[in-house]
């Protein structure tokens, strides 16, 4: 493949991973805005109790949005690297 190919698919990687990192913004920002958390307070008869409840996880989808943008912003790197 000639240099200046390599150059532009490198290039197209790179504007790629910007598009993922947008993305993962945008539904991190998302997650953070909804409660993650309730405390419960839970009695019995020698002491009282407070549980820390997680009631919402991040999304799955967030790691494959993190594996593209890794691989996509690598990429350039090692297309660079070779050329």
Known sequence: MPYAERMRTAIAKRMWAETHFRELERRLDEYAKQPRYIFENI?????????????????????????????????????AYRA
């Open 43 to 79: 009695q019995s008869e020698s002491l009282g109790e407070v549980r820390f409840v997680e009631i919402n996880q991040p999304p799955k989808e967030i790691s494959f949005v993190i594996g593209d943008l890794i691989n996509n912003r690598n990429r350039p790197i090692e297309t």
